[in-house]
Structure formats: C-alpha cells, structure tokens
C-alpha cells in the first residue's frame, strides 16, 4: 500500500502537477484574451509555437536559454499589437463578432502552422533543457527542470494577477473591458489598450512556448497539443477569470492525471471534456465568474 | 515519271521489310510495370523503389538482359492510394501488356493489384509491403514478397532480446491504434514464447504530449526491457522524457523498425543510444554482394540505399532467376519456377517459400549509436520466418 503509494499515487500527483502549470500557462493568455476582449483567439496555440521556434532559433544563435525567456515575449508583444489592429479590430464591432473573430483566427492559426513548416520544416526539433538533471522527492525521482518550471510558473500567474487585480494598470484594462464607451469619455485609449491587452495575451502564450520546448519538443503542428484543454480550462474556470483558470488547470489535469491509472489513457481526454460539458450545463458561466464583475 | 515512281515504291518497300527484318533479329524486351508512389507522404519509399530497379535493371542490360530480352521498366505513379494503384495497374497490364508487376507500398495496395493479378493471370511482387496478411491470410499464388514481413522483424527482435538478456521483464508501451497494438501483439506473443515474462503494458493516444504521467506503472512493474511501437514526434518525447526522469536507467529499450529513422533520429539526440530493432537490411552487412551493391548505389546516386532500395534492386535478379529458369515469360511457368527458388540478393541468399510466397532470409538485430544503426546481431531465416498459415494454394 504504502508502496504503490510512493511509486504510484505520488509521483502521479507530482506529474500531473507539472503538465497542470504548463496547462495554466496556456489557459492564463487565452482567458485574458477572452475574458476581457471578448475574442475566441484560435490563433493561441500558433503563438505558443511561435515561442517555441524563436527560441530554438536564437538558442541555436548563440543567445541564452534565460535571455530568450525575456526576449521571446518582447518579440512577440508588436506581432500581437499589429494583428489586433490590422486585423480583429476590423471584424469586431459587426454584431456576430464571436463567429467572425473566430473564424479569423482560425486561418490565421493555419496559415502561421504551414508557414513554420516552409521556414523550419517538418520534422521535430528537440532543444535541451537548461537544467538538466534530477532531484528525489519523497522517493521518486523528479527532473530538476520541471521543478524550476513549476516553482516559474507558479511565480508568473502570480505575477499576472496582481498586475490586472492590484496596480492601476490592471484597472485601466478592466474598466475598458467593463464598459467601453465610459471609459473612453474618462480619457482612456481603449483602442490602444485592447491591443496591448491582445499582445499581452499572445506574449504570455510565447513565453509558455519557450519554457515548454525543452520538455515536449518544437515541430509546425505543436500549437493543437494544449488548446482544447487549455480552452476547457477557460470554460470551467471561468471566462476572464485567472483564478478559475488556474484551480480548473489544476483541477483537470490531476484528473487526467490519475484517471490514466485506471482506464485506457485515450479516455482520458474525453473525461476532461465531459466535465466541461457538465458545467456548461449546469453552470455556463464556470467555477468562477468573469473579471469584468470583480 | 511513272517510273521513277515505281522505282521509289519498291525503295521503300525493300527498307520497311530491311526495318522490319532489323527488329524482329533483336528479341522484344521484357516489360516489367512498377505501380509505386512517386508524389505524396511515402515518396522517399518510392525513389528508394525506383532506384533499387534501375539500378539492377541497368546492371542486367549490360550483361545481355534476361535470355538474351533486355529489360523495360514503366513507371506508374500510385500515389499511395489502392485506388489509384488498381486503375494504373489496370492499364499496364491491358494497355502496355506487361509481363511482370512490382512497386506497390501500402500493404492495402498490394493486397488490391494482387486481385487484379489474378483476374489478369499475372503475376506481381511487393519488395515494400510489410503487412503480414500479404503472405498469410490473404495470401494468393499470384502475389510473391521479397522483403521481410512485420512478424519476422518482431521474431528477429524477440531472438536477439533472448539472446541478451534471457527471461527479460518486458514492458510495454504503443500508439493507441491498429498499427500499435498488432504491433505490441506481435512483439509480446514472440518474445513470451521464448520465456520473456509480460509485466505491463500502456496504449498512450497518437501524438501523446506527456509520457510521464505512464512512468508509475511503468517503474512499479520493474522492467528491464521495455519495448515500444511509436513512431515520429511521439518518439522524441518518450525518449527525452525517459531520460528527463531515469526510467531507462538499466533498462535495454527495443522497438518496432519505424521508431527510430533517419527524420526522427536527430531530434531525439543521444536518447535514442542504446535502442535495438530488427530489420531485414542495412547497409553495414558484411558480405561481398552488399559491398558492392552499397559501392554502385551510392555511385549511380550519392546516397546510402535503405531497406526498400536493397528489396527492389533484389526483386529483378529474382525474376531474372524465375525467368531463366523456367526459359518463358508465362505465368504459369514463371510461377513453378518461383517456388522454392534461391537467388542472391544483398542481404544474402533468399528462399521464395512455396507455401506462402513469402521469401525466408536472415534478420539482423540493429542498435543505434550516435546517429548510426550497428549490427548487433543475426537470426537465421528458419527461426525468423515464423509458421506457413497460407492454405490458399
């Protein structure tokens, strides 16, 4: 018992924590997105690819790992001001903007995956973890470098609710989100900070792609791997909220997690989605409402 | 004017019969179709087809073609589509009435044009085609394999962990679908007749992003062997991720023969060290035939030839051997000739098994070390061949 405890149950709790931070880091741009712009951004999972394959490339340049953890996002900040600008800006005031934003997204996201496929080709790059080796915990080995990304990632979801909850920053983006044309008669530049908020969003994507190659390898198609569920943890958490996004994160990867140990592992993506379903059902506004109302 | 006229008439007539007398002293060629995918995902398989033939096709000719016919090959894209490889089947045998048929790759392409063969009383050769149905189940006297099929690359591999590390703990771990678990099947039914012991297995979905959720079972269940069936990206990330938590410490990982190949093999970097499959070819064997193939080949087209190159470039020397022997190109007595007959290839002498028209030859055990496959070891073709199940003919 106490045997398949420490081989089994732990580090399958530990595991399905570190896949639980990398899941939240996806979700954590992707609610901001949504929450507070309104836009469904299919596009999510080619910026986390985007990241990925930048960093690759200036890791290959000669830069390092910790700068790219800096550089990468800043990179990726105009790419995302531009393309809300140019682009969603000009479908989102029609009426059925959910539909057109995520239409629009969606071939942005297809032509952004064969477009890393023209520049870096098909096959899969595997860079090496900055952190190599690996520490025992409670008996069971566990890597040095998904103990960094977890100790990182608790620090940056951190980090990113204090900014939109406690600084007045935070409280420009969500009074402009709350209620557009009162904030823009207070002198807010909503335009201008819908934008920053939708690169904001796409650099933190960015930066999930930088720290997430080392682990799951960088190739064209790599943006798929978490969106349903990063967009499963939205739903449950609750649009907008980080909070929410972060307790469903964790919520359904131990889940998976530890289903796996009793049934086929293909099921158990199908059971996170059940549970989205049921809260769709019985709660459509998720665990944890919006940030608009906070 | 008349005359004159009259005078050309028979000049031309005198030169049509002279023309015609020219080609009839030189025997017709022998037509052989190759229906192979030259566009699409399994294109590097068909160049490698495309090569392997003209080569042997090229070396032939020169020494005076078969019986004194010289050999031509037609060319037909297939796609990769049974669909496609039946229709373009179609025409080269009622169109450009081809004696002889070879090329396909997807197994469900050969077992398609195998039918057409039938129906057309020809008969066609895969040199690719790794399906064991092929020469089992759906085995017809029409159809011949050249290449090694899946189960004797399992037996081979089975052999060579027996060998290694007798009564080894096997775990398991395969891509949740057909290709997977008939490949796990195969490998654990081989290697638990040899006294392997079977301590668990996981079926992880296509594209899996994170095998270490599986690493409990799998460090519980105390292998050490564990073999495993995926292929492409999904191999990079088990790989890396068995290292990234040590669970390949001590342990000797082996696979199917698409795990690891030269697309993936860079990505995984020095996690791939260590891994052994069994193949039916490389390119490092030892024996004078390959050396020479191995010289030709990279002569004619600045590559390494793999598996299917080393299959096709054979298949033509075996024809070449039926042909002769049975001095005809008709089926049936190109097929008597077939049975049983043994012909030198690269990989050594084949065996064309009369029962299933499956050719027997050795296996090798392959261990990749730094970016290369190494021979690490040998099974003879009776033990890797497996059972006869063909009750057809």
Redesign the interface.
């Known amino acids: 018992m106490l ?2 405890l420490q ?3 732990a ?2 709790i530990i ?2 924590l ?2 639980g931070v990398a899941v939240i880091l996806m979700a954590l741009g992707l609610t901001i997105i949504f929450g507070l712009l309104d836009v469904i951004n299919m596009s999510h999972g080619e910026f986390y690819a985007a990241g990925a394959f930048f960093s690759v490339t200036l890791v290959a340049m000669g830069v390092s790992f910790w700068v790219c953890l800096l550089l990468v996002p800043l990179l990726l900040v105009p790419i995302g001001f531009a393309m809300e600008r140019l682009l969603i800006q000009k479908v989102f005031h029609y009426k059925d903007r959910h539909i057109l934003t995520l239409l629009l997204t969606f071939g942005i996201a297809m032509v952004l995956e064969d477009s890393y496929k023209i520049i870096w080709g098909a ?4 860079p ?2 900055p952190i190599s080796g ?1 520490s025992e915990i409670l008996g069971v ?3 040095n ?2 103990l960094f990304l977890m100790g990182f990632g608790a620090l940056l979801i951190l980090s990113v609710w204090v900014l939109i909850y406690k600084t007045q920053l935070g409280a420009i983006v969500r009074a402009a989100a709350y209620d557009k044309d009162m904030s823009s008669s207070l002198g807010i530049p909503v335009m201008r900070v819908y934008a920053l908020t939708f690169a904001f969003g796409v650099a933190l994507a960015g930066l999930a792609g930088v720290l997430l190659a080392p ?3 960088v ?1 064209p198609t790599m943006g798929r ?2 969106i349903l569920m990063a967009f499963s943890v939205v739903i449950v958490g609750g649009l907008g909220s980080i909070k929410g996004a972060v307790i469903a994160g964790i919520l359904l990867t131990q889940l ?2 530890i289903s ?2 009793y049934i ?3 099921w158990s ?1 199908p059971l996170v989605f059940a549970v989205m379903v049921l809260v769709l059902m019985f709660k459509p506004t998720g665990l944890y409402g919006s940030m608009k109302n906070a | 004017m008349k005359k004159q006229f009259q005078t050309k008439k028979i000049a031309i007539a005198v030169a049509l019969s002279l023309g015609a007398s020219f080609v009839s002293a030189q025997p017709s060629p022998i037509k052989i179709g190759v229906v192979t995918p030259l566009s699409g995902t399994y294109t590097p398989i068909g160049e490698q087809v495309k090569m392997g033939l003209d080569l042997a096709a090229k070396e032939i000719n020169a020494a005076g073609g078969i019986g004194g016919r010289k050999i031509d090959l037609i060319y037909e894209d297939e796609e990769a589509n049974p669909a496609v490889a039946t229709q373009k089947a179609e025409k080269l045998f009622q169109v450009e009435k081809v004696d002889f048929l070879t090329g396909t790759v997807n197994s469900g392409s050969t077992l398609a044009v195998g039918q057409l063969a039938e129906r057309n009383n020809k008969l066609i050769a895969t040199t690719v085609s790794f399906a064991d149905s092929i020469t089992a189940d759906k085995c017809s006297p029409n159809v011949f394999r050249v290449n090694a099929r899946a189960g004797m690359q399992s037996a081979a591999l089975a052999a060579w962990v027996d060998k290694e590390i007798p009564k080894a703990n096997i775990f398991f771990i395969g891509p949740d679908y057909e290709m997977g678990r008939s490949t796990v099947s195969a490998f654990k039914k081989a290697s638990t007749e040899k006294g392997a012991k079977d301590v668990g297995e996981v079926f992880a979905p296509l594209d899996n992003k994170d095998y270490s959720p599986y690493f409990g079972q799998v460090r519980a269940a105390k292998p050490n062997v564990i073999y495993t069936s995926v292929a492409g990206n999904d191999t990079v990330r088990l790989f890396s991720q068995m290292d990234e938590y040590g669970v390949n410490k001590g342990v000797t990982i082996v696979g199917a023969s698409g795990t690891v190949t030269s697309q993936n093999m860079g990505a995984i970097g020095k996690s791939a060290n260590g891994f052994v499959t069994g193949v039916g070819y490389s390119p490092k064997l030892d024996n004078p035939a390959n050396k020479k193939f191995v010289a030709d080949f990279q002569k004619a087209y600045s590559k390494l030839p793999d598996l299917y190159g080393a299959d096709s470039y054979g298949l033509l020397y075996f024809y070449k051997a039926a042909v002769e022997k049975a001095k005809s190109t008709e089926t049936d007595k190109v097929r008597a000739a077939m049975n049983d007959l043994s012909w030198q290839t690269p990989q050594g002498m084949k065996k064309m098994r009369a029962g299933d028209h499956q050719a027997m030859q050795d296996m090798f055990a392959v261990r990749v070390e730094n970016g290369e496959f190494n021979i690490v070891g040998k099974v003879p073709s009776d033990l890797a061949i497996g059972p006869d199940t063909c009750t057809r003919f």
Request: hydrophobic share 30%.
């Open positions: 045997e398949s081989y089994i149950y580090p399958q595991n399905g570190s896949i096959n899969p790059i595997k090496s973890a690996a080995m566990f890597p470098y998904r682990i799951y390898s190739f791997d978490f998976q997690s796996s140990l086929s592992p293909v993506d």
